[in-house]
């Protein structure tokens, strides 16, 4: 319990955070972090780099850059969307407990209605939740690999990007009403990159 406070610690000692604060810099693989099969990959580590500060009463708050490189997968195509992960956290953690049974309940309720709120139980903060939802936060809801992604054949499921005439519009009269295929043909616009 008397260990000093690790900046590179996933799972924070808060009873260890001294009263003037303490640095955050936690820098770890995708292993490390123990998230569940999730909707993306993560290409090398992931890096959290900030400040752990005390709050007034019970509470912390965490001022902290979050960056890394996630591999999302297109929603049409599956093919590899990267996302690159630069964003700046500004958090506030309460003691759990404190919630409901402490004098003041009601305005901790009320401080806890703000998103940027979350809880710790035991006097330990487990920065992987926090890296998990931040992630989540960042990202898009419907990835693409290009705003002009032309998906995959229903029938056949050929990459329309790379093959677009996989020969299936012939065969079935499912003809591409979009246009874009032969537009991209006649242009000579450029394939997908990736
Ligand atoms: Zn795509
Ligand atoms: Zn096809």
Redesign the pocket.
Known sequence: MSAPHDPSALSVNLAAVPSNGARVAVSAAREAFGFPDAEFEIAGDLRLHGRLDRLERDGFRLRAGLRGELRLE??????P?PLRVDEELDLVYLPRVAESTAPGGGERALEASDMNVSFYDEDRLELAETVWEQLHLALPVKP???AD???LCGSCGA?R?RHPRCGCDDNTGRADRSGLGALRDLTGFPQ?PG
């Open positions: 297109c929603v049409r195509c599956l093919g969307v693409l690999c290009s992604c032309l998906g990459d990007n997908t």
